[in-house]
């Protein structure tokens, strides 16, 4: 039985439906060099789509074995600084490196506005690389930027992804994800508080990947942190009741805030109420 199991798995992957999560990071805006700003790939295909677009999320890129030639669609969640500070180089350094293609975003309202102005920002540096003697693909360079409505926002033979509203803080829009591909359903909350928008999009996938904070370590901040993240975070506490109701395959924990606590600390926390298959994420992990 085992066996069979092992073939059909390795039949899976040959059909290029081994379809699985890469995080590039599980960071925050605290600079910790351990953890790159939040950002990940879900690989199917042989293509790749990214989620976010933290600081340092073309190496991770590179370091996780994906190919500059794959990096042609991302999804954004909200314009945060630390989802979107590695917009730039996004844009230019597989440009530079190997993409062949234009890039595809799409995000929330303010997302053309934002590429429209790095584009500018980085003007000469594509007139000297474009017209200079560098050797270049002009079509590398060109940036597809969709601010989009919640619904399905995206297809193609590979996956289809559905953005649907979640509520961080005073963002007019935040979104999360959930992406259909033909083995997995893979959903990301986004920076978000509890949601329900979230336990509907999630119910029964194979993997969550939701980002956390540690409870405990939340009483031990000040007043002005605690009512900052009760009003834009989600709580270990409340994670584990979004995922009893949800039943995701698999929990992952990303953009986590112990502030203090150990791992350990933070599990326990969700498993107050949730029982399932919780793994506290770290930068290149693979989760299948």
């Known amino acids: 039985m085992k066996a069979f199991a092992v073939l059909l798995a390795i039949c899976a992957m040959a059909m290029g439906q081994d379809t699985h999560v890469v995080l590039l990071g599980t960071g925050n805006p605290n600079p910790?060099?351990?953890?790159?700003?939040?950002?990940?790939?879900?690989?199917?295909?042989?293509?790749?789509?990214?989620?976010?677009?933290g600081a340092g999320v073309v190496r991770r890129a590179a370091l996780?074995?994906?190919?500059?030639?794959?990096?042609?669609?991302?999804?954004?969640?909200?314009l945060h600084t630390d989802h979107t500070v590695g917009l730039p180089d996004m844009i230019f350094t597989p440009a530079v490196t190997g993409r062949l293609e234009a890039l595809e975003l799409y995000g929330p309202p303010g997302l053309r506005s934002m590429v429209s102005n790095v584009m500018k920002?980085?003007?000469q540096d594509m007139d000297i690389r474009l017209h200079g003697l560098e050797p270049a693909m002009q079509a590398a360079y060109v940036v597809h930027a969709h601010d989009v409505k919640p619904g399905e926002i995206y297809h193609d033979d590979a996956v289809r992804v559905i953005a649907?509203?979640?509520?961080?803080?005073?963002?007019?829009?935040?979104y999360?994800?959930?992406?259909?591909?033909?083995?997995?359903?893979?959903?990301?909350?986004?920076?978000t508080t509890f949601s329900e928008a979230v336990a509907r999009a999630a119910a029964g996938c194979d993997i969550?990947?939701?980002?956390?904070?540690?409870?405990?370590?939340?009483?031990?901040?000040?007043?002005?942190?605690?009512?900052?993240?009760?009003?834009?975070?989600?709580?270990?506490?409340?994670l584990g009741k979004?995922?009893?109701?949800?039943?995701?395959?698999?929990?992952?924990?990303?953009?986590?805030?112990?502030m203090g606590q150990t791992q350990e600390e933070v599990l326990r926390e969700i498993r107050q109420h949730f029982d399932g298959n919780v793994i506290y994420g770290n930068d290149l992990d693979v989760i299948r």
Do not use: C
């Not at 953890?35 to 293509?47: N, W």
């Not at 649907?164 to 935040?174: E, M, N, Q, R």
């Not at 979004?242 to 112990?258: D, G, I, N």
């Open 242 to 258: 979004l995922a009893a109701e949800a039943k995701p395959k698999k929990l992952v924990l990303y953009h986590e805030l112990p």
């Open 164 to 174: 649907f509203p979640v509520k961080h803080g005073s963002w007019k829009y935040a």
């Open 121 to 123: 920002a980085w003007q």
């Open 208 to 238: 969550l990947v939701h980002e956390v904070y540690s409870a405990a370590g939340l009483a031990n901040r000040t007043p002005d942190w605690q009512k900052y993240h009760t009003a834009f975070h989600t709580s270990a506490v409340d």
């Open 176 to 191: 999360g994800y959930r992406l259909e591909a033909k083995d997995k359903v893979i959903v990301f909350s986004g920076d």
């Open 64 to 78: 996780a074995g994906l190919k500059m030639t794959q990096m042609t669609r991302a999804f954004v969640t909200h």
């Open 32 to 53: 910790d060099p351990e953890r790159m700003g939040p950002s990940a790939a879900v690989v199917t295909g042989g293509r790749v789509y990214l989620v976010d677009l």
